[in-house]
């Protein structure tokens, strides 16, 4: 009995001493730290990615609806031709992202005495034109129809207006698992007359009121 006591003792302080070793060997800690880390590190290093080239894309998205509304309010009479420059000027500003997702159109807007704004022509790059005689499906700012001293509305006032946007899908798809649309409006008046004559439009006349 005795014997087997001392040799049950053995083998649990041998026991012990196993998983002390074990427990203090410290090889390999930094490969196991690293495959726990590295998943997250990757998925952080990714994420900020699509996130900073989806931040990038909005900012040249803003600017193309910015310079499309531009342009074609710098011209008394616009034609296809110049609505193909104005578009593929636009569009060099997305470089060096993919221009393949891009959709814009530009709108002739005219404000009626009683303050609906209609669309008078209307031009689209990879997307249908507004349709014409409506209002356009983004409500005009209030601020940019301009008034009398007595809260009148003014005659004759157009707005160039333009809408630009980009389906935004990144070829990770850690964070962003699906495609965004990221998109912009812009206004601008005619510079040069009252409003900016098109006449492939057809029913264009040029002031309506």
């Known amino acids: 009995m005795t014997l ?16 002390a070793r074990w427990l203090g060997d410290r090889r390999g800690v930094a490969a196991i730290e690293f495959a726990i880390i590295a998943p997250v590190m990757l998925v952080m290093l990714f994420g900020t990615t699509e996130f900073c080239a989806a931040i990038a894309i ?12 531009d342009l ?3 011209a008394a009479v616009v034609s296809d031709t110049d609505f193909a420059n104005f578009f593929a000027a636009s569009k060099g500003i997305m470089m060096p992202y993919d221009a393949t997702p891009i959709t814009m159109t530009v709108s002739l807007l005219y404000v009626d005495p ?5 669309v008078e022509w209307s031009k689209g790059y990879n997307a249908p034109a507004l349709a014409l005689g409506v209002a356009p499906p983004v409500p005009t ?3 940019l129809i301009s008034r009398d001293s007595n809260n009148n ?5 157009y707005l160039i207006y333009s809408h630009v946007t980009y389906a935004y899908k990144n070829p990770t798809l850690v964070m962003l698992k699906s495609t965004i649309t990221l998109s912009d409006d812009a206004y601008t008046r005619p510079r040069q007359t009252i409003c900016v004559f098109y006449p492939s439009a057809g029913t264009n006349i040029c002031p309506t009121a």
């Open 72 to 74: 074609t309010s710098q």
């Open 153 to 157: 509305i003014l005659a004759n006032q």
């Open 114 to 118: 009683s303050g609906k704004v209609l």
């Open 58 to 69: 909005k900012r040249n998205v803003t600017n193309m609806a910015r310079t499309v509304s």
């Open 4 to 19: 087997s006591f001392r040799s049950s003792r053995e083998v649990w302080h041998r026991m012990q001493r196993l998983a």
């Open 141 to 143: 700012p209030a601020g």
